[in-house]
């Protein structure tokens, strides 16, 4: 079962091969036998699993299934989940229990789908080595001494490991992306608006985005058509039509024109990396693809661009844990200033701390024309640039990360070298647009993704692309070994 894609394990269930329960407790065997070492999960509930799964066959049994009905799907810890902790990663919230559901874990259970655990992650998504997180750092299933990426490195374990046929993740900066890139899965960042984040712990409210990890890009649609749908109680839903993102998987993607950055493909870049991701886009050109040349002449400016925004809007979120109205509270205080102080102080770790001190800085008085507001200028020329990219491109190419998966401690004392892990993912975020990660092969035994940034709300025509490359190769299938 461990490589099935979700349409197989739906095609088992409806058959009665397996049953929902049966498939829940294999997963959640996994989990105990494998989550010691990766650190993948932060809580697990299998009473409440296997009621969710005894609920599925039922279902099932009645002849009401939905394509997703009975599969475990893995959660990513920022969406609250009624009666599940909802810990962000972080010390502030390890006793919070979420009183409502999340809209994306509300659309899985109406689907019938089985939460088998909340994932470890980065504290408030912030990182990009899943090493900032409270619960201890995740590892990557291909090598245990290197970083699965971030912030959503436990959906991102548990997906390589086989821990879970398919999570969900978030992506500010490229957190689902650079995540798939190191751990060899695919990862897609919807368009900006098109997932609900009502229930979703915010980080920066214009850049987080929900959306599926999974193997391969037929799994990725199969979640698209549950997660994706108007919102009403978040006020950044777009109001649009529902898509069947399975219905153009099979499209020809001959005269397609994929459009490659010169800026994605200059100093910074490994080598090797360059050359597996090269290799894929030839493949594509085998297949009927044409290629122009691009620039996007303002990318280089998108992190400084983002570590003025993301921190600023993350300065305002975050203000609401004071140790007032729930999450960790500082034991001994002398006045309520005090209090304020000290649970900050105790509940937040270094990287979001950091975080909190530039935004609090860029929105101060003097100082937000001089930054702030600069950034949101430049951020629209970042969305020009793209805006004019795709007047001759219909989907644009290059490296989801500028490496493999570096070693567990190397940047985390250096923080513009970890902020650099993001540099070809955070434009996307900046922009709104959809972007997507699929395993492009392997360097020195590890994964290499393979990205794809497409206009807006062209989630199918990306889903399209992506599996008309994964009908032509296999790496989307190789798992880690010692996860069998």
Not at 76 to 93: E, H, R, V, Y
Not at 317 to 337: F, H, P
Not at 395 to 420: C, H, N, Q, R, T
């Amino acid at each position: 079962m461990l490589n099935l894609s979700l349409q197989s394990l739906s095609l088992g269930l409806e058959k009665k091969t397996f049953s929902s329960q049966e498939l829940t407790k294999f997963y959640l065997e996994r989990i105990k036998r494998h989550n010691t070492s990766l650190n993948a999960f932060i809580s697990i509930d299998e009473d409440k699993s296997l009621l969710m799964a005894k609920k599925s066959d039922e279902l099932i049994a009645e002849g009401r299934p939905s394509p997703l009905t009975g599969i475990p799907i893995a959660q990513k810890d920022i969406f609250c989940a009624q009666g599940w902790p909802a810990t962000c990663g972080s010390k502030m919230l390890e006793n919070f229990i979420a009183p409502y559901d999340a809209t994306v874990i509300e659309k899985f259970n109406a689907a019938g789908a089985v939460n088998i655990g909340k994932t470890n992650m980065d504290e408030f998504a912030m990182g990009s080595s899943n090493e900032t997180s409270y619960f201890g750092p995740v590892k990557n299933p291909w090598n245990l001494e290197l970083v699965p990426g971030g912030s959503s490195g436990g959906s991102a374990a548990a997906v390589a490991a086989r821990l879970a046929p398919a999570a969900t993740g978030t992506d500010t900066g490229g957190s689902i992306r650079q995540p798939a890139s190191l751990c060899g899965f695919t990862g897609l960042k919807p368009t900006y608006g098109l997932v609900s984040r009502y229930g979703m712990i915010a980080f920066a409210s214009s850049l987080d985005q929900a959306g599926p990890m999974a193997i391969s890009a037929e799994d990725c649609a199969l979640m698209m058509n549950v997660m994706t749908g108007h919102d009403k109680r978040d006020s950044t839903s777009v109001e649009r039509d529902k898509e069947d993102y399975m219905s153009q998987l099979n499209g020809s993607i001959k005269g397609l024109k994929i459009g490659i950055p010169k800026e994605f493909f200059s100093q910074g870049l490994d080598p090797s990396v360059q050359t597996l991701v090269e290799s894929a886009i030839e493949q594509y050109k085998n297949l009927g693809a044409e290629i122009i040349e691009i620039s996007l002449p303002n990318n280089h400016l998108a992190i400084p661009v983002y570590y003025v925004i993301a921190p600023a809007e993350a300065s305002s979120n975050l203000s609401r844990y004071d140790g007032v109205r729930y999450g960790y509270r500082t034991k001994e205080y002398d006045d309520l200033m005090d209090m304020y102080f000290k649970t900050r102080q105790e509940g937040f770790g270094n990287e979001v701390k950091r975080r909190i001190l530039i935004g609090t800085y860029v929105l101060s008085a003097g100082y937000y024309d001089a930054y702030y507001l600069k950034a949101q200028k430049i951020r629209r020329l970042i969305s020009e640039d793209f805006t004019n990219a795709f007047k001759k491109c219909d989907v644009i190419m290059g490296p989801s990360a500028p490496s493999v998966a570096f070693k567990a401690g190397e940047k985390k004392e250096d923080p513009l070298a970890m902020y650099m892990q993001d540099i070809y993912t955070i434009s996307t975020n900046l922009a709104g647009l959809p972007a997507m990660s699929i395993p492009a092969g392997f360097t020195n035994n590890l994964p290499v993704g393979l990205q794809l940034i497409g206009n807006y709300f062209s989630e199918a025509k990306l889903l399209n692309i992506a599996h008309s490359y994964q009908q032509h190769t296999d790496w989307h299938l190789q798992s880690a070994k010692g996860f069998d």
